[in-house]
């Protein structure tokens, strides 16, 4: 079946760069999504990737796509206290356009 | 524009308690959906719905009605509440994808408790 699985902590100190790691088990994804929840807030879209993408960044932010390995990873660069929240991993599947499948969510702790 | 909204923002009931909450977009989105987000489980859809008069099960729909009589609003009834339906829940919307991205755009939370 569908599943998206990520580890639920990461802490990083500031100014270092973090690395937020997810898989996933259908080989029919077509995009993978990387959301932000801040406390208390609901979810935002950071970035996303097609699955016939290897990379794609956006200023702090690195995709990483391992088709094979079916791993997807988050790198932000340079990371600053606003970062701190939890980072949900997501696949929406060719064979269901209309559904996204989330993972648990990693949260980011920023150490000073 | 607004986004999406959600209302109420908290909520408390008692065991065996109705009531609904109401989610709106400004965006005429097509899809629309209602997600519960419980600790260590992310996010679990509900139901959903592809279109104006439309609905359809998610991953855990059992306890929950819904409703999308008009474009811009999605309703999610609980008819009998239950301790089990505490919980973070989220409304979002989104594009109707065809060969693009689905970007969900997601609604504050309601936060509701069943005593």
């Known amino acids: 079946g569908e599943d998206v699985e990520q580890s639920l902590f990461l802490s990083v100190r500031e100014g270092d760069s973090s690395v937020i790691n997810c898989t996933y088990t259908?080989?029919?994804?077509?995009?993978l999504y990387w959301y932000k929840q801040e406390p208390g807030a609901g979810l935002q879209l950071l970035t996303y990737?097609?699955?016939?993408?290897d990379m794609k960044q956006d200023q702090r932010l690195t995709v990483l796509l391992n088709k094979k390995d079916k791993h997807l990873s988050l790198r932000i660069a340079d990371t600053q206290t606003g970062d701190s929240a939890i980072y949900f991993c997501?696949?929406?599947?060719?064979?269901?356009?209309?559904?996204?499948?989330f993972g648990s969510g990693t949260r980011l702790s920023i150490r000073p | 524009n607004a986004g999406v909204t959600q209302t109420p923002k908290f909520r408390v009931l008692k065991t065996g308690q109705s009531m609904t909450l109401l989610c709106a977009q400004d965006?005429?989105?097509?899809?629309m959906y209602w997600y519960r987000q419980d600790p260590g489980m992310g996010l679990r859809l509900i139901h959903y719905?592809?279109?104006?008069?439309?609905?359809a099960k998610g991953e855990v729909p059992d306890g929950y009605n819904v409703s999308r009589l008009k474009k811009q609003n999605f309703l999610l009834g609980l008819e009998s509440a239950a301790p089990s339906q505490t919980s973070v829940y989220f409304c979002?919307?989104?594009?109707?994808?065809?060969?693009?991205?689905?970007?969900?755009?997601f609604g504050p939370g309601t936060r509701l408790t069943v005593l």
């Open positions: 719905s592809v279109g104006e008069g439309t609905t």
């Open positions: 997501a696949e929406s599947l060719y064979s269901s356009a209309s559904k996204i499948i």
């Open positions: 259908d080989s029919s994804s077509t995009y």
């Open positions: 965006m005429n989105h097509e899809y």
């Open positions: 979002a919307s989104s594009y109707r994808s065809g060969t693009g991205s689905n970007e969900q755009f």
């Open positions: 990737i097609f699955s016939n993408m």
